[in-house]
């Protein structure tokens, strides 16, 4: 539509745009080397996006992306991505975006289905036998019999 603002995409994998304004950013100084630089500027980069209010996430990819980054999540259900690779800020920005990038391609991905099989009967052959030697070998430790 003519006129009508356009949002502005943050990170796009597949059919998934995630907007700018749902991502929040804040910056620290980072550790590392840099000399003194390291002490006066803000390079490390910490992007927080709220799971629960992603409603441009589908919702099994919304499921999937908090079981794959579940150690990145806060209780509140907040997904937190760091970086500080880089000395400079937009470097590390752009790290943050490319980790996202890359935890929304696993997401994406559902699961294969596992199909029930059956053991094979050389398996349960030779696990029935190994529970055999099991068996006789602590047998063997036992008391010898009375005469």
């Known amino acids: 539509m003519p ?3 356009t ?3 943050a990170v796009s994998v597949g059919s998934i745009d995630i907007p700018t304004a749902a991502l929040r950013w804040q910056f620290a100084r980072s550790q590392g080397p840099g000399g003194q630089h390291v002490n006066k500027t803000n390079t490390k980069a910490e992007m ?7 409603d441009f996430l589908p919702a099994g990819v919304a499921r999937r992306l908090r079981l794959l980054a579940a150690h990145q999540a806060t209780a509140a259900g907040e ?4 970086s500080q690779r880089f000395r400079e800020q937009h470097r590390n920005v752009a790290d943050c975006l490319a980790k996202l990038s890359t935890l929304l ?4 991905t559902p699961p294969k289905a596992r ?3 059956q053991p094979t009967r050389a398996s349960r052959r030779r696990r029935l036998e ?6 006789e070998t602590k047998r063997l430790r036992g008391r010898p019999p009375r005469d």
Do not use: E
């Open 79 to 82: 997904l937190i991505i760091t």
């Open 3 to 5: 006129g009508s603002p």
């Open 115 to 117: 199909k029930a099989t």
């Open 105 to 108: 391609t696993a997401a994406l």
């Open 130 to 135: 190994a529970k055999r030697r099991r068996s």
């Open 48 to 54: 927080r996006l709220d799971l629960h209010q992603a």
């Open 7 to 9: 949002k502005k995409v």
